[in-house]
Structures are given as C-alpha cells and as structure tokens.
C-alpha cells in the first residue's frame, strides 16, 4: 500500500507546510521534545491504551511509523487537514483502526511536548496569575473563536496565555467569563467585544465598542473609537485565523472520546503559540 513519508516530504517545503501547519525549520526544533514524550508514553502504556505491564515498547520492522519525524508528521498532518481516519489511514500505509489507535496516543503526546516547551496556555487562574505576575500584561483581549466554545486571553504579543474549558456552542460568551474571573494585574487594559457587554474586572480598563442603540446613531467621535477598536481587533482575527490553520478545530469535529476535544484546542493554541514564539528566520 503506497504512503506518504517524512522522508518523501522533507524536499517539497510548500508542500510540506500545507500538510502540517509548520515550516521543516519549526518541524524539526519540535521533533526532540516530541519523541522524549512518545517514549515516556510508551514505557507506561502501549499503543491500544492498555497499560504495559510486561515487554518494553520497541519499533518493529513492519512498524508504519518507525521514526520520530514519521510520527510527528502523522499527527500535524491530522491535525491540519482533519481527514477521515480511513483516509488517513490510506495516506500513512495502515488500515482505520490502526490509524485511530495512533492519534489517540500521539494528541495527548505531542500536548505533553508543547507544554514540556512552555507553549501551550495556562488552563487555571492559580497558573495564570503566576503567569502574569511575571510577564508584560499590559493589554490582553479575550476573543471566542469556535461554535464549540473556549475563551481565549491573548497578549499584545499575540501569544495564548489562557484557555478556557471547552463549552457547548449555546452557552453565552459572558456566561463563560463570568465562570472565568481572571487574575489580570491591576491598570491592566481588556479589550473585548460587544458578546462580553457588561463583563468586568476590578481595577481593569475595559475597552469595548459603543453599541448603536435602536433609532439612534453613534456621534462621529465614538465612531472614529470604534474604528480604533477594530484595528487592534484585526490582530486578534489573525489568532484565531492561526489557531484554525488546523482544520481539526475549523471544521465540526469527529472525535467523541472523553476530554479530547478539549486536548485539541489546547494543542492547536499551543501550535499557534510555538510559531509565535520562533525566530522570524526559523519560519
């Protein structure tokens, strides 16, 4: 059964970014992390979630991912282009069943190495205060970005400091806020939009856009402040256009295993955060 290959793919880089979400220069700084977390993995449990109890996890010779790039490049390219398993299965040489066995065991380890890096976001207002008492918070937007719900806190650097737990697509956006009551430094300045109306925090500046009341119209002056809002507005746009390189999240989503929606958009967070953080040159 002919498949697809790291090997095969590391000389076609246009290619290659399309399939996985990185550059071959990102691909390879997030390899070494990633297999110390598959081997840890591994060493505990084998590869149909049982725990490992007796042999040591070895690659056979048949293996269908026998190397760490094989592995990582399986998982980013499900993630990026959220095929079926049964396609996914035909792309990497294995048939549904083998190729749902592995992305059960490498979400939750490609997660391990992005936190092991320090990308991924905090998901706890303990660990976020901690956060922001020792980094530049000096403005910081929340935004909503999928119909299966997290709130995200992102910096003026574009970076993901907090996400939320993942919500059903009915429940209001001030609603999870309101659940959310996050630690920002006091003189801080939030920028939120209009589904956040009424949300505040003590001693936090609240930038919104002023809403147009029915039979009225806004004054030129809260005008041209709106058309200011939106400008910084389109910078976080950009985040959630990053976060959905991943179709995974873009499109409604097939896993229903327990918790690993939420482990999804935690990763594809700390993917967007990972890119953010690399030299301009390794991109």
Same mark, same amino acid.
């Given at each position: 059964m002919a498949s697809v290959r790291f090997a095969d793919m590391q000389s076609r880089p246009i290619e290659f970014l399309d399939f996985t979400s990185l550059t071959l220069d990102e691909f390879q700084q997030l390899v070494p992390p990633f297999e110390a977390a598959f081997q840890a993995h591994m060493a505990a449990w084998r590869l149909d979630g049982k725990p490992r109890s007796a042999r040591q996890f070895s690659v056979y010779k048949n293996c269908l991912l026998p190397t760490p790039e094989d592995r990582l490049f399986f #998982?980013?390219?499900?993630?990026?282009?959220?095929?079926?398993?049964?396609?996914?299965?035909?792309?990497?040489?294995?048939?549904? =069943?083998?190729?749902?066995?592995? #992305?059960?065991?490498?979400?939750?380890?490609?997660?391990?190495? +992005?936190?092991?890096?320090?990308?991924?976001?905090?998901? =706890?207002?303990?660990?976020?205060?901690?956060r922001l008492g020792v980094s530049e918070a000096d403005a910081a937007t929340i935004v909503t970005p999928l119909t299966v719900k997290n709130i995200l806190l992102v910096n003026a650097l574009l970076m993901i400091l907090f996400l939320s737990d993942t919500y059903g697509g009915r429940v209001h956006d001030k609603r999870i806020a309101d659940a959310t009551p996050y630690p920002l430094p006091a003189r801080s300045r939030l920028l939120q939009d209009l589904g956040f109306l009424a949300f505040? +925090?003590?001693?936090?500046e609240i930038l919104m856009p002023t809403k147009k009341l029915r039979g009225e119209d806004l004054t030129r002056e809260q005008q041209w402040a709106n058309q200011a809002?939106?400008?910084?507005?389109?910078? #976080?746009?950009?985040?959630? =256009?990053?976060v959905k390189r991943c179709r995974i999240v873009k499109d409604r989503i097939r896993l229903w295993k327990k918790g690993v929606r939420d482990v999804v958009m935690e990763l594809c967070c700390a993917l967007h955060n990972f890119r953010v953080r690399l030299p301009r040159g390794s991109q």
């Open positions: #998982i980013l390219t499900y993630l990026k282009t959220y095929a079926l398993q049964v396609l996914q299965g035909r792309l990497f040489g294995m048939g549904q =069943s083998k190729a749902n066995q592995w #992305i059960h065991v490498l979400l939750p380890v490609l997660l391990t190495a +992005l936190r092991t890096l320090g990308d991924a976001p905090t998901r =706890s207002m303990t660990a976020l205060a901690q505040t +925090l003590p001693q936090v809002l939106n400008q910084r507005r389109l910078r #976080i746009d950009h985040v959630n =256009s990053s």
